[in-house]
């Protein structure tokens, strides 16, 4: 019996201490209280893991009369599943209520918060953690990779998939898409699997620098994945900067040389040494004479060009690649020019010949072979015998030219089919050769199949085709049929002595001391301008009895200045030619139309260009591709101002084209391009004057 009292009271004891803590808290109670919890609300929720709960945990405390116990201490604690009690009731109140805020554990399954009245009197709260919604998706793996452009990255890339709490997601589908870069991927979805992962393998895009992939699940943040993309093997060099510069001979030019040396895909190539050098010992140095390309793929150098002027090359190599050539020019100035068929060629300030335009018969003179129909050579080249001679006078013929130097010597270059160049030869030379014999000269002019020159003392003589009678000499002895080809000079048939002569398209013109004109050849359109459409084999005197100071043959017609400037002109007058207003031809010289006094004259293949006194140029006649100069395309048998704003000294025209030089030794060009004859660096037809390349 004693026993039995004695585990009694120790039953009891806890409770009639919570009975004894209500009391004393209670002023108004008159006895001991027993005081017990109940749940009011809240029990049996089910919430996300990890989630708050939508409803507070509420309990209530009563003694045992029912009546609501103010003032209870309560303990709240997590039971089962790690719920966390975010605030909670420290004490019940005034109705004898307590509640907790509770946010659920990261474990699926039941769990529990239970609360008590310092440790008795518990009750608990089940509750029910559910699978929670995918809302995060992150990186696991693969990110931050690098590899080659257009190579597959040797990881796939990995995104994990995860809860609220960080629980893994598995079924989700999870979709994978390129960002930036370009490339592609293995898929464009994937599944996680039990731990919340997903992958695909990625293949990197061909553009260098930083791509993307973006993971996504719907109504989540995306994850990203970053990779380096680095080049591929450098495969081409290309010139990105300091092409056709032009300077002073012997001087830096103003902008460096710069290449880009890129991949397959065009990325440039970083760390890759490149090495400059001169086209040849005469182009110029560059310094330094290698460079490393920047995280660009660019690489520079500096270049001082030969001490000659005329076009230089440079060279940019960088081991197997193909190396890449760049252009520049020592400047030239000009003192005189003459346009041919479908060539240019020019005299220096110096003495050095430049020429430029069509090659096919090596009529540039700058020892390249003939090629027939090519090639073009669009800016100026000097010519093979520039180093080592100085002229003072060049003409351009249709396949050939001659010049003169400043000791008197004749060289030509160029077709020799028929003896032209006058070398005693018929073999083309595409360099300057000697025209054949002792003799000195004064001038030299080159025709369509001829050429001619005056002796110191004025006698004339002439080479090449004599089909026509344009070598002014009698079948004889020693020529036995008009129409055989002369490769060495001859004397025309006068004794006349003469102070300018202008070889033509199967004829030519010179003019006496005393002024008297003469012309010999092919007549059938009246260009000897006798009054006839005879052909003459031997001088015949021009008609009207005019003085003139200078002469100019062309292809069908002629054109000659008297001692007071005024312009003659005769023969084939179809394109307007002459001049005179009208497109009839004439066997005598006709005054040019106009009222103007020149100071220069030069008959082409159907046009005519001229320089007045005070240095504007006027042309006339055929403008099919510009010739003229006018800004037009239209014919015109009067004279018409190429550009009054420039003041030129010396004029040539040409078939199709017209070339000047100016005060300041700068030479222009006009009309057909078709062949680089303007030598502007194009093959583009030009109506009014365009600078020539390579000048200051």
């Known amino acids: 019996m004693l026993g039995r009292l004695r585990r009694l009271t120790v039953a009891l004891f806890p409770v009639l201490a919570a009975i004894f803590v209500a009391s004393c808290q209670n002023s108004d109670s008159v006895g001991p209280q027993i005081v017990s919890l109940s749940i009011t609300s809240g029990d049996g929720q089910t919430g996300a893991v990890g989630a708050t709960l939508t409803q507070a945990l509420v309990v209530k405390a009563k003694n045992q009369d029912g009546v609501a116990a103010a003032g209870v201490p309560l303990t709240w604690e997590p039971a089962v599943g790690g719920a966390t009690i975010l605030a909670s009731s420290a004490t019940t109140d005034a109705n004898g209520n307590g509640q907790a805020t509770v946010r659920l554990g990261g474990s699926l399954g039941a769990q529990s918060v239970a609360v008590s009245i310092q440790g008795d009197s518990k009750v608990t709260f089940n509750l029910l953690a559910a699978a929670a919604p995918a809302s995060q998706i992150s990186p696991s793996a693969g990110d931050q990779q690098s590899g080659k452009v257009g190579a597959k990255l040797v990881n796939n890339i990995v995104a994990t998939v995860t809860d609220a709490v960080g629980n893994a997601k598995a079924g989700v589908s999870v979709t994978f898409a390129v960002g930036t870069g370009g490339g592609s991927l293995s898929a464009s979805s994937a599944v996680t699997d039990a731990g919340g992962l997903a992958s695909v393998s990625w293949t990197l895009g061909t553009t260098s620098g930083t791509q993307t992939i973006i993971a996504s699940v719907p109504g989540v943040s995306p994850a990203t994945f970053h990779a380096t993309a680095t080049p591929d093997d450098a495969v081409i060099i290309s010139i990105v900067g300091g092409n056709n510069q032009s300077a002073p001979p012997g001087a830096p030019l103003q902008d460096s040389l710069a290449v880009t040396v890129r991949d397959q895909y065009g990325n440039g190539v970083s760390g890759v040494t490149v090495v400059w050098a001169p086209g040849t010992l005469l182009d110029g140095t560059l310094s330094p004479s290698s460079s490393v390309t920047d995280p660009n793929g660019r690489a520079t150098t500096r270049w001082t060009i030969g001490g000659s002027g005329g076009p230089k090359s440079a060279l940019a190599t960088s081991g197997q690649i193909p190396a890449v050539r760049f252009f520049a020019a020592g400047q030239v100035s000009y003192v005189s020019i003459s346009a041919g068929s479908r060539h240019t060629c020019a005299l220096g300030v110096g003495g050095v010949l430049y020429c430029w335009g069509f090659n096919g018969d090596g009529q540039l003179g700058i020892g390249q072979a003939a090629q027939g129909a090519g090639p073009v050579f669009a800016f100026p080249q000097p010519t093979a015998a520039s180093g080592n001679f100085t002229f003072g006078q060049v003409s351009a013929g249709r396949f050939h030219n001659c010049a003169l130097t400043l000791s008197g010597i004749a060289f030509c270059w160029g077709n020799n089919v028929d003896g032209r160049l006058g070398d005693g030869t018929t073999t083309t030379s595409n360099t300057p050769v000697i025209v054949k014999g002792t003799i000195t000269y004064s001038m030299v002019t080159a025709g369509r199949v001829h050429s ?245």
């Open 452 to 696: 001619c020159a005056l002796s110191l003392p004025g006698r004339a003589y002439c080479w090449g085709s004599n089909a026509e009678g344009e070598l002014g000499v009698i079948a004889g002895p020693a020529i036995p049929a008009e129409s055989l080809s002369l490769s060495t000079p001859v004397p025309i048939n006068t004794n006349a002595l003469f102070k300018t002569i202008s070889a033509g398209g199967l004829h030519a013109c010179a003019v006496g001391n005393t002024g008297a004109a003469m012309c010999w050849g092919y007549n059938a359109n009246g260009q000897l301008g006798n009054g006839s459409f005879g052909q003459a084999n031997s001088p015949v005197v021009v008609a009207g009895g005019l003085a003139f100071d200078s002469i100019s043959a062309g292809y069908s017609h002629t054109c000659g200045l008297t001692h007071s400037g005024t312009a003659y002109c005769w023969g084939n007058n179809a394109e307007g030619q002459i001049g005179d207003g009208t497109v009839v031809s004439s066997l005598i010289p006709t005054p040019v139309g106009g009222g103007l006094t020149f100071s220069a004259i030069s008959a082409g293949l159907a046009h005519t260009c001229g320089i007045v006194v005070g240095g504007t140029v006027y042309c006339w006649g055929r403008n099919s591709s510009g010739q003229l100069g006018d800004g037009t395309t239209n014919f015109s048998p009067l004279p018409v101002a190429v550009d009054n704003s420039l003041v030129f000294t010396s004029i040539g025209a040409g078939d199709l084209t017209s070339c000047g030089v100016t005060s300041s030794n700068i030479a222009y060009c006009w009309g057909d391009n078709q062949y680089g004859q303007l030598g502007d660096n194009s093959t583009t037809n030009r109506v009014a004057p365009t600078r020539v390349a390579f000048q200051p």
